[in-house]
């Protein structure tokens, strides 16, 4: 089936700077997306969503960028912190109630 | 709200055992979810469920896999043989009319 983004990158950050992580997706059907994130031996959290209606969507210190024509989807963190390391997920729905996952990409944040 | 709720979160057992993962959703969802996460390949959906009913089982690995949802407010993933390659974190979601879901704590399963 289509997939979202499959390697797992790295992203080391400096504590107080800002983080931006990449997401390609390949179904340009897909017209709903999310950003999880995920803490060692925890489930995934919901960070944002964001619909195909939308090129952008703001929240507490996390925007979400939409671009549909290079199918492309952003996370950006504002003043990244230690609290913020984790992996995160991006995820895309097509038709009906099934998300697809890709495999994420680790944040580790430098004091 | 408790969240998803998932039991056991541990559970180590022998190859050919059956095993039974539980799942209670968010009080009000209507959909529910099983996934699978290893380091090989990522987070998988196994199946998931609309109003208790099955709505598409096509990631459930192979016959040896099972899941339930008797009620609203409970489901189980039955692997019967489990195989050592059944080692995984296996999370439950759940969601209202399709929109963000809402991921247990999930279970780690070994099988030696």
């Known amino acids: 089936g289509e997939s979202v983004g499959l390697h797992l990158p790295t992203l080391s950050v400096q504590e107080g700077d800002n983080s931006i992580i990449n997401c390609a997706y390949s179904n340009s059907a897909s017209d709903y997306f999310i950003w999880y994130k995920q803490e060692s031996g925890k489930g995934p959290q919901f960070i944002i969503d964001?619909?195909?209606?939308?090129d952008k969507r703001q929240g507490q210190r996390v925007t979400v960028l939409l671009n549909k024509t290079v199918k492309h989807l952003s996370l950006q963190i504002a003043a990244t912190q230690p609290g913020d390391s984790a992996v995160y997920f991006c995820a895309e729905k097509a038709a009906g109630n099934k998300l697809t996952f890709g495999g994420g990409t680790r944040v580790l944040v430098k004091p | 709200d408790a969240g998803v709720i998932q039991s056991p979160r541990h559970e180590v057992t022998e190859m050919g055992q059956e095993v039974t993962l539980r799942c209670k959703p968010i009080?009000?969802?209507?959909?529910l979810f099983w996934y699978r996460q290893t380091m090989m390949r990522g987070l998988e959906l196994l199946i998931y469920f609309n109003n208790n009913v099955p709505i598409d089982d096509s990631g459930m690995p192979e016959d040896r896999f099972s899941a339930k949802m008797p009620n609203a407010s409970f489901s189980t993933l039955k692997i019967q043989p489990s195989e050592p390659r059944d080692s995984a974190v296996y999370f439950c979601?759940?969601?209202?009319?399709?929109?963000?879901?809402?991921f247990g704590p999930g279970t780690r399963l070994t099988v030696l």
């Open positions: 979601a759940s969601s209202l009319f399709g929109n963000e879901q809402f």
């Open positions: 009080s009000g969802h209507n959909s």
């Open positions: 964001i619909r195909s209606n939308m």
